[in-house]
């Protein structure tokens, strides 16, 4: 099985701190996303990748930057972390354009 | 872009019965439809999916359904068990077909 795999579970930082999220998957897929996963709004696509050192805007991209420096890795960086970026960030990934997604079990940020 | 609905927000139901849960979407060009099941502690996974050449499509206790005129689709269990207890998603192909967009997601709670 493809396995998608984030750093930390649960991670704390202070209000102004850079913050990075690592995202790994092992099966060689092109396509790597990042989403914030809020209560009440659901899944909301913060950027995504479809090659090493290609990235996309998705819907709120305010705030954060990504690095996909190899294939298997997709980093979310919060450049001046705040504490409106406290979320549940779930990493996915995909062979086939966007057909079966694999997603990570997230990352708690709680930015204090 | 797209955008993606689902109703409700929270369904209980009993052991036993029928659950369905419903999504529109705006974007008439998006052709792909997934769902995906979140229990708690984990990632969204892949439990369904249809494209826009079918109306119908099965798996076991679990079946969706498209509209394609109506730009909506649902998604049906049957003989609904504890275990089926989690937070589902629907989600469709965006306007630039690159990343799925999300409906809010839909808390069911199977009681037994």
């Known amino acids: 099985d493809v396995k998608v795999t984030q750093s930390s579970r649960y991670l704390v930082k202070r209000t102004g701190e850079k913050v990075f999220l690592e995202c790994v998957q092992d099966m060689d897929h092109e396509n790597m996303f990042w989403y914030r996963q809020d209560p009440g709004l659901g899944l909301r696509l913060i950027y995504f990748s479809y090659d090493v050192k290609m990235k996309e805007k998705g819907d709120i991209p305010e705030g954060y930057s990504v690095s996909r420096e190899k294939k298997e890795r997709f980093s979310l960086i919060l450049e001046s972390a705040s504490t409106n970026q406290t979320s549940m960030y779930l990493c996915a990934s995909s062979f086939t354009g966007v057909a079966g997604y694999t997603f990570g079990s997230g990352t708690r940020l709680t930015v204090v | 872009g797209e955008n993606v609905e689902q109703h409700p927000s929270t369904l209980s139901v009993q052991e036993g019965d029928s659950a369905v849960i419903k999504c529109t979407y705006s974007d008439s060009a998006s052709n792909y439809f997934p769902w995906y099941k979140q229990e708690l502690g984990k990632g969204p996974q892949l439990i369904i999916d249809?494209?826009?050449?079918?109306g119908e499509k099965k798996d076991q206790r679990i079946a969706v359904t498209l509209n394609k005129t109506a730009k909506h689709f649902s998604l049906h269990i049957t003989e609904t068990q504890p275990e089926d207890s989690a937070v589902y998603f629907c989600a469709a192909l965006s306007q630039a077909g690159t990343a799925l967009i999300f409906g809010k997601g839909t808390t069911l709670s199977v009681s037994s």
């Open positions: 249809i494209r826009s050449n079918v």
